[in-house]
C-alpha cells in the first residue's frame, strides 16, 4: 500500500478530528462524515468493539504517516519493551525523525517534514540522515543542512513553530535537540493507545 496522497479533509472528518494539522474545511464540516450525501443509516449504526479499535489504530497511522508494517513493526518493539506498551508505542512513534523534525518547526506538517528528510535537507549529529523513520536517541542533535538554511518553506514554518518539553531549539544555529522521549501527558495527539493495544492482543 502507498502512502495516502488524497484529500486530508476527507480522512480528518472520518476521524472527526483534524489529524494533520489546522484546516479550515475541516472545521466547517467537521461534524459531518465524508461522503456527498451526509450522515445515512448504516454509518450511523452502532460500531463494534473490533471497528472502534480499528478506527484508532488507523487514526494513528493517518496521523503520524505510517504504513501498517511500519506501524506493525513499531507495536512489537513496544510491547518487548518496558514500560506500558501503549505509552512506548506512542513514544516510539514520537521518536521517528520526520515526527521530530515537525516539531521543531522544521516543516509546516509531518508530510512536509518527511520531504525535507527524504531530500536531504536534515543532518542528525552532522551527519546526512535521508530516512524518515530514522530512530532517535536521547541526546541527538537535529539541524538543517548549512546549504538548506536559506530554502524559503524551512524559514516560513519556523514562524509559527511550537515548543515541547523534550525538545531543545537554538534559534542561531537552527538546531535541535532530541532530549528524551516524551512522556504520555507531554503527547498533545487524541489518540486511545489502549485501543491499539487491546486490537493487536486479540
Partial sequence: MARYIGPKTKIARKFGAAIYGDDKSFEKRKNQPPGVHGPNRRRGAKKSEYAIQLMEKQKAKYTYGILERQFSNLFVKAQSSKGITGDVLLQLCE????NVVYRLGFG????GA?????HR???VNGELVNIPSYSLKAGDQIAI???SKSLEVIADSLAYKSNYEWLQFNDETKTGTFTSAPERIQIPEDIKEQLIVEL???
Fill in 95 to 98: 521518536s521517528r525523525l520526520d
Fill in 114 to 118: 518527511r520531504q525535507l528528510v527524504s
Fill in 145 to 147: 543542512r548549512e546549504k
Fill in 108 to 111: 509546516k506538517t509531518r508530510a
Fill in 200 to 202: 493487536y492482543s486479540k
Fill in 121 to 123: 535537507h536534515i543532518t
